[in-house]
């Protein structure tokens, strides 16, 4: 009797059972769409991360930037290129002069590598590694020679006049000068660490990446689009801080709309001598035993190196920007709250429609306990008529978000998104080379990650679970109206 | 069968108390057919919810057979409902989106009878007031006549001992009345139940055996 009565009492009311299963539909697709989305983003902002800081980097160590002391220059501080009277090659008239310099990015800065120590010998740390993050400057400028008998003194305004000797020399022949400033990315790192770091999250495209062996030669792999941008192939060199590097590869990050940490890699020590920075490193790349371990860790190493910031996955998640960044906040906030509120009016309409039906059938509940229905029996036929629309509105919801998702991966929004060094030492520069003189350290390397959006069993249960959820309460209100009906009043209500 | 002894039922409306049943002693045996006449508002209504143990008195006693109704909680008394008590209503009162058959089958549903014999039995009923063949049918395919007819089904389908009868032909042309009270009537004769039919129609009553004037919450009988 219960089924039969069930079927057709949703079937002889058809539009208040698809009101209800529309309104609880609708709320579902969207907690599903919500919930996918934000997996998504999350997703994109992991491998965004990973390109830079590396597959399973946990935990980041930088030193706290300090104010230099007077009369020291401060760490990645202006950056001068200082020329003697006899430096450069000088050739018909024009001297040129070139200067490279490896540095610390501004903002950034070095120190002692022995912190690596510490930090891989603080429990439940499964892998630690050291890296050094540079920029190489390079200033090529051409002037006019400069003439031993030039006094220097400009002429006064007879004499030019009076037409005194023209200027000569330099590239233009007229006198005139031109400078150039280039710089790239280096980041120094220990060809042996492999399970953790900026070179964790790459492919190889071509040619070897950087071994144990090549401790203390100069060889260098590159990021692949910069060596594009550069046109240098595996077997070419490239100039770092005046010395030559052999090009033994070239690597990509393992998600293609992502960049990697640095245009060049070359091992730490080399990146030491030439910096002159022995012994220095600028961040410690920290892989934790377990998820939970991390809080743990973080704070055995803040209280055992207690001059470094140490950033965790979530904090480095917050230095994500671009139109990623926004999707994350678009759905952390407007998402959520939205999904709420219309789960609200959903649950909202079910009960509405519920205690309505129930309160439209007063005779015909009345009449059911005068001919000896229990209490029991009538909220339980209630409940179950709530609960069936419920679940009718929860499969089509979750039919409705998964064509959601299905739309979503199919229009495939590509979303910019970057790491940025928003504070001193949080991580190191990902590929900004290119930039203007001492910018280097204040690029954001931008990538295109192409959003997509996983179903997952977990959201499909969950939209379950609610519309089970909102089907119950709805039925339990009404099934307490319904049981508080006295027959004799329900009787009376039809005369 | 029926002992009422001192009954009274009062009503709060607001402010005011109304009283719709005053001290009401009554009897009323085994296999009777009692008529209950009177003006609206009089009690007749009221009377029968007591007797139906839909609702119980502000004092006084109502025993059917060995139960005192007026003790009995609302569990207790659906029992008796479901079991002993069988109605029919003056709007017929049929679960519109139930076909007729299970319409009666209604009836059985609280007795823990079993699918196959529910359907029998509900088949059985229907075919005793002359509808075997419309059991497929939603009370919006029926004439009034044959919905009331489907509510008789559903309250003899039980086999209650008795049956209260609340107007079953106020809503029914005369014609359809006199079907429907010699069905009842029949019912009635065959069966063995105490029938009370509530009734402000004098050709319905006249067909009782005994019959009862209730004005102003006081019963007298009326010759």
Known sequence: ?495 | MYELTNVTKKYDQGKRSVTALNNVTLSIPDGQMVAIQGPTGGGKSTLLQMLGALDRPTGGTVQLGASDLSKLGQGPLGEIRAREIGFVFQGFNLIPTLTAQENVETALAPLGVSTADRTSRAAAALASVGLGERGSHLPAELSGGQQQRVAIARALVKEPAVLLADEPTGNLDEQTRDEIMELLEGLWRDRGLTLIVVTHDSAVAKRAQRRLLIKQGVVREIS
């Open chain 1, 1 to 495: 009797m219960f089924v039969t009565y069930l079927r057709r009492e949703l079937a002889g009311r058809r539009k208040q059972t698809a009101i209800v299963a529309i309104g609880m539909a609708l709320a579902i697709a969207l907690v599903i769409i919500v919930n996918a989305v934000s997996s998504g983003v999350q997703l994109a902002q992991s491998t965004v991360l990973a390109s830079v800081y590396g597959v399973g980097t946990d935990i980041t160590v930088s030193q706290t930037p300090a104010a230099p002391t007077e009369g020291e220059a401060g760490a990645g501080g202006p950056q001068n290129f200082d020329f003697g009277a006899d430096d450069g090659a000088t050739t018909d008239g024009t001297t040129t002069v070139s200067q490279a310099r490896l540095s610390v990015d501004r903002g950034t800065t070095a120190f002692d590598s022995a912190a690596l120590g510490t930090v891989s010998g603080i429990d439940n740390v499964s892998a630690a590694a050291a890296t050094l993050s540079l920029s190489n400057t390079t200033f090529d400028g051409a002037l006019p020679e400069r003439s031993t008998t030039d006094t220097g003194s400009a002429p006064t305004g007879g004499d030019a006049a009076a037409g005194g000797t023209p200027p000569s020399g330099g590239p233009d022949g007229a006198g005139g000068s031109s400078f150039s400033v280039d710089s790239f990315t280096v980041l120094g790192l220990d060809p042996a660490d492999e399970a953790v770091g900026p070179l964790s999250a790459v492919s190889l495209t071509d040619g070897r990446s950087l071994e144990s062996t090549d401790v203390g030669t100069n060889v260098a792999v590159l990021d692949a689009s910069y060596a594009t941008t550069a046109e240098v192939v595996v077997g070419d060199t490239i100039a770092i801080a005046g010395t030559d590097f052999t090009v033994v590869g070239l690597v990509t990050a393992s998600s293609a709309d992502a960049a990697t940490a640095s245009n060049v890699y070359i091992p730490l020590d080399v990146a030491q001598t030439l910096a002159g920075l022995d012994g220095q490193v600028t961040d410690i790349y920290v892989q934790a035993a377990s998820s939970t371990d991390i809080e743990q860790i973080q704070a055995d190493v803040e209280a055992a190196l207690p001059d470094t910031t140490v950033k965790t996955q979530a904090d480095l998640a917050s230095s994500v920007s671009g139109s990623l960044s926004s999707a994350s906040d678009l759905v952390k906030n407007l998402g959520l709250w939205l999904s709420l509120i219309v789960l609200a009016a959903a649950f909202l309409i079910a009960i509405l429609f519920t205690i309505s039906g129930v309160t439209r059938r007063t005779r015909e509940f009345g009449t059911l306990k005068a001919i000896g229905w229990s209490n029991g029996r009538i909220v339980r036929q209630v409940a179950g008529e709530s609960l069936i629309q419920g679940l009718i509105g929860g499969v089509v919801g979750i039919a409705v978000g998964l064509v959601g998702i299905l739309v979503i991966n199919l229009v495939a929004p590509t979303l910019t998104a970057g790491a940025a060094a928003t504070e001193a030492g949080a991580m190191g520069g990902p590929g900004g080379g290119g930039g203007g003189f001492g910018q280097a350290a204040a690029e954001t390397a931008t990538s295109d990650i192409v959003l997509q959006v996983p179903v997952t069993l977990s959201v499909i249960l969950i939209a379950v679970g609610l519309a089970v959820l909102g089907g119950l309460l709805a039925g339990a209100i009404g099934g307490w109206r319904a049981s508080r009906l006295s027959p004799s009043e329900a009787l009376r209500s039809i005369a």
